[in-house]
């Protein structure tokens, strides 16, 4: 992916006459740039290269590609080799370093020795010391600039020891501005495209300007689209790229996601543009010799096309760069805290693109549990006590929010829905409550989402109200699928999470009073009442609406916050515009239908509907249901992520006392423990406590606080469809609405 960046394109293509090719001036170095330098010798250089071999003490050098003379050179060139001088041993080499800008006659014999030593030895894997590849380096130099000559093989060299000691700061700087410099001697469109290729990867993570340079101007030239490693390097060069520590610490990831991103963005990859403006290439030689040697210390100056000079054409690869960032800063955080590598935490913290190329560390651990409580009919019901464990959630009697979300979210990196999650009912999960675990077949959609959420939620009141007389008839739940049916249309993951969560409603019908409570908080008046008329259609479909479904249709709407006024029209318009006269019936138990265990027969007289009305009804729940798939798409995509809960009233509960002084009357503790009974009496006379009050309170009675407030909790769970104690910083809050809402 990151190797093979330019096609083979040879020097006798035929001008592109799209293409008007920049002026390119390459300058031969006249005489006239050169000056005199005091000399210390006259002797004549000779460069051996390939084919050539040179005896200098106990080493022979073969083909080293060097400068020797027999004497001081006339130019006192610093990296040639005075066959003149002594040389020692290597043995007795001291550990004296060598000057910044090193010259071969000026060292010590020990030191040439060591430098002659790794000059004939090929198997030696690295230079003793910087200094002596700088000489080397430097005949290099003279050779390609001063000499012009073997300026492919002095290339190839280069390239090799740029692969080598690339790492080295300031040899990279040299050897990759010199590289650049001496490969634009030709114009850019002649130079080979396997001579580029090796430029542009011999760099390790980084690449110089100059090369990235000639490789654009190279394949806008010849119209090819910008391969992802230059797009790459290009980002990274560009001034308006963050530089972040997110880089260094998720390096591999950030080139991963950097690449899923261009090629999305770039499918075919990016056009290249040259500018108007020429760009100027210059090399400032690291030998000392030819900085003096020259004017202005360096050779002069060439112009190639310019490609960076049009900087818009490349805000789309910042933005790219800029974004890799962003994603991968949690990942970042996560390895500067010490996180295990491969861990759940680091998989959890990778961006979405980068998890679909990796399994979930955890995931033989969700399989085996899948298959564990997976029935013979292929349902998967387990309780939440045995998914919390699985990311680390200790036991509690009801799990925050965020634990119940990460849950969610957790079991969807494996490729499982968890039904219901928290945004469908609107809570946090129960610790023994039951869930179902569906398999994601397709990825999923915020507009898919917010429209499955609105049937579940839909699902879940209909489920609720057909129970409410004890008895979960069969025909209501048809009524309640055939108007989601209606409403909706569904992929097969949707529909197979909607029977799962089907199943598990009727199995555990849930309490209208609750789940209307949460609604209030963000569906409007109209979406609250049309859900108000969907549940008096639920409780008609069967033709008939006993006491009980009267009594659990009153409580749902004021639960809901609708008038009563609207519940007496819908029931009287049902009741009395039938064709035929009323008959009076008593309700009975229709067959199929699944008993609910806590319900006790019904035997209310009931009246025979209109079943008009009924479908009108029906029909108005169309739009309704659109306007709570929108809201639950606004609750999905909230920037805080979080279900809204009741407001509870802050007033002093001596005052809530004097306006409902049946509070106390109302409450039924008989399934709490009795040792809590007068701790419960006592906490509902206010609504708001100070932490230093009520920890006395239960102090007071023989209690310990957090086991009191999980006790009562627990009960009221139950018995009124919430928590009757909130703790809200240095407070306690204690949810009186519930009392009333409950009965």
């Avoid at 955890?362 to 399989?367: A, G, Q, S």
């Avoid at 008959?583 to 027969?601: D, L, S, Y």
């Amino acid at each position: 992916m990151w190797k093979r960046l330019f096609g083979e394109f040879g020097k006798t293509n035929s001008p592109d006459p799209r293409y008007v090719e920049p002026e390119i001036h390459i300058s031969v170095v006249p005489s006239s740039v050169f000056r005199s330098v005091l000399s210390r010798g006259s002797a004549k250089m000779q460069w051996i290269g390939p084919g050539h071999r040179v005896q200098i003490g106990t080493y022979e050098l073969d083909g080293p590609l060097v400068y020797t003379s027999k004497g001081t050179p006339a130019n006192d060139e610093a990296s040639c080799l005075d066959l003149s001088l002594p040389v020692g041993n290597t043995k007795h080499a001291v550990g004296r370093e060598l000057d910044y800008w090193p010259k071969y006659a000026e060292i010590t014999p020990e030191q040439r020795a060591t430098y002659l030593d790794w000059l004939a030895n090929e198997e030696l894997p690295k230079v003793p010391e910087m200094g002596y590849l700088f000489i080397y380096f430097y005949g290099l130099e003279r050779r390609a600039i001063i000499d012009r000559e073997d300026i492919p093989l002095i290339r190839e060299e280069v390239i090799r020891l740029l692969n080598q000691y690339g790492d080295n700061r300031s040899f990279f700087g040299y050897a990759s501005s010199f590289l650049a410099y001496i490969s634009a001697y030709e114009p850019v469109q002649n130079l080979q495209a396997r001579t580029l290729n090796k430029l542009c990867v011999s760099h390790g993570e980084r690449m110089h300007e100059d090369i990235l340079s000639l490789g654009l101007a190279w394949l806008a030239h010849h119209d090819q689209p910008l391969p992802l490693q230059l797009a790459f390097e290009t980002a990274r060069q560009d001034q308006r790229s963050k530089n972040s520590v997110v880089i260094k610490r998720t390096a591999d990831e950030f080139r991963k996601l950097f690449a899923k991103k261009y090629q999305a963005k770039y499918e075919s990859g990016l056009t290249l543009r040259i500018s108007k403006r020429q760009r100027k290439i210059e090399y400032f030689p690291a030998s000392p010799t030819i900085v003096y040697e020259m004017a202005n210390g360096r050779p002069p100056q060439i112009t190639i096309p310019n490609v960076l000079g049009i900087s818009s054409q490349f805000k789309g690869l910042v933005d790219i760069w800029n974004e890799c960032i962003e994603e991968l800063r949690p990942l970042s955080r996560k390895r500067a805290k010490g996180t295990e590598p491969q861990s759940r935490e680091e998989y959890e913290a990778l961006p979405e693109d980068l998890r679909k190329e990796v399994e979930h560390p955890d995931k033989p651990v969700w399989d085996r549990l899948f298959e564990r409580y997976t029935d013979d009919r292929g349902r998967c019901e387990v309780p939440v006590s045995a998914l919390a464990p699985l990311i680390d959630i200790s036991e509690r009697p009801k799990l925050t929010l965020r634990q119940s979300k990460n849950i969610v979210s957790s079991a969807m990196m494996m490729g499982i829905y968890v039904v219901p999650s928290p945004h469908t009912i609107l809570r946090a999960y129960r610790w023994t409550e039951p869930v179902a675990l569906v398999r994601a077949k397709e990825p999923s959609s915020p507009h898919i989402e917010r429209y499955y959420l609105a049937a579940a939620l839909m699902l879940e009141m209909g489920t609720a109200m057909a129970a409410a007389d004890g008895n979960v008839e069969k025909v209501e739940m048809l009524h309640v699928s055939e108007v989601i049916n209606r409403m909706f249309r569904f992929r097969a993951d949707e529909a197979r999470r909607l029977g799962a969560y089907r199943s598990l409603l009727i199995r555990h019908p849930p309490k209208l009073v609750g789940l209307g409570k949460r609604l209030k908080v963000f569906l409007k008046p109209k979406e609250l009442a049309g859900l108000g008329e969907f549940l008096v259609g639920v409780a008609a479909s069967n033709g008939v609406i006993d006491s009980g479904e009267r009594r659990a249709l009153k409580k749902a709407y004021k639960a809901l916050g609708v008038e009563q006024s609207k519940l007496d029209a819908l029931l009287n318009a049902l009741e009395g515009t039938s064709d035929e006269p009323p008959v009076v019936q008593h309700a009975k138990q229709q067959e199929g239908g699944e008993a609910i265990p806590t319900g006790e027969k019904n035997t209310a007289p009931t009246v025979q509907l209109n079943r008009d009305v009924l479908e009108n009804i029906i029909a108005d729940t169309a739009e309704v249901a659109v306007l709570i798939g929108q809201a639950m798409g606004e609750l999905e995509d909230s920037d805080e992520g979080e279900i809204p809960i009741p407001e509870t009233d802050t007033k002093d509960v001596s005052e809530a006392g004097e306006q409902n002084p049946a509070v106390k009357s109302q409450l039924d503790l008989g399934d709490l423990e009795p040792r809590f009974h007068a701790f419960v009496l006592k906490i509902i006379e206010q609504e708001t406590w100070e932490r230093q009050a009520f920890e006395k309170i239960a102090h007071d009675m023989g209690h310990m606080l957090t086991g009191t407030v999980d006790a009562v909790n627990l009960w009221a769970d139950e018995a009124l469809d919430d928590y009757l104690i909130e703790e809200d910083g240095d407070s306690f809050v204690i949810q009186l609405s519930i009392i009333e809402e409950g009965e």
